[in-house]
């Protein structure tokens, strides 16, 4: 559905993507995990056509984003952060704008409306509106023309963690009525929470790639036991082909005496796997 390949993006003599592939399957929810400054933004204006690059061809619906038409373009649903709303209008009146241009009809806006429960605010003029409620206008907007392929860029930057799994809930509803999600995101837990595949993106470069617990695992290098006694005490075991059976050993004995309360293996997160790989925090 989507592929790109070796796309290389300056700006001036400044170089924002290096020779960037990947592809992204039908039915998934794509994720560019990437500190600021990483290239995100760029990426997603590359894909829908609104950025020309020097190198490397991107294929979206099997066109390459050079010849998108109008009508291709109608396709997509986009939400970035500079696509802003008229603070003057209502919710409603900003959605009937776009209704007009991609030629939907007063349904689809109550439809959408709905979806992202903003009926009851549907005449509020967009200035009183909460920070989260204006983030879901947006997202309603994009997802009005019903689109095949959704780009959200940092869809719950600097939201409240209600909010953000609300918008979560209405990404996942999409995607399993078989729209195509690529988003952008420097969080984490999101990325671990919401996507199925992830590409990690630092300084223009893609480092690793593969699903969220697919990477944690490849990263796994210090494997870890964790058990927790009756007593509250926490123990964290090193289990590596020399000491298997010393560790086995401890935790036959907190089992024998009665004190085992809990026990699980330890992963990385993706912070650590990213911190790894490039030496910097996702987030600073
Ligand atoms: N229009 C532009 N002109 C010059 N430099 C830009 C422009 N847009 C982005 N950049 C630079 O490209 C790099 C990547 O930016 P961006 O894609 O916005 O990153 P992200 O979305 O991951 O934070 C940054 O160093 C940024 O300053
Ligand atoms: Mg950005």
Redesign the pocket.
Known sequence: MISVAGISKS??N?K??DEVSFTVEDGEIFG?L????????????VLTGQ?RFEEGEAMVMGKRVSQLSGSDKKQFGVMMDDFGLYERLTCYQNLRVFADIYGVDDAAIHSVLSEVKLQDAQKKEVSKLSKGMKERLRLARALLSRPKVLFL??PTSGLDPQTSSEIHEIIRKRKDAGTIIFL?T?NMTEAEKLCDHLVL?NE?HIVESGSPKELCLRYDHQKRIEVEKNDGEVLSLEVDEGNVETTAGRIAEILRCGELRTIHSKEPNLETVFMELTGRELEV
Request: aromatic share 4%.
């Open positions: 700006f001036g400044k924002v993507l560019l990437g500190p600021s400054g990483a290239g995100k933004t760029t990426l997603i204006r950025l860029d940092e952008t420097h993106l223009g």
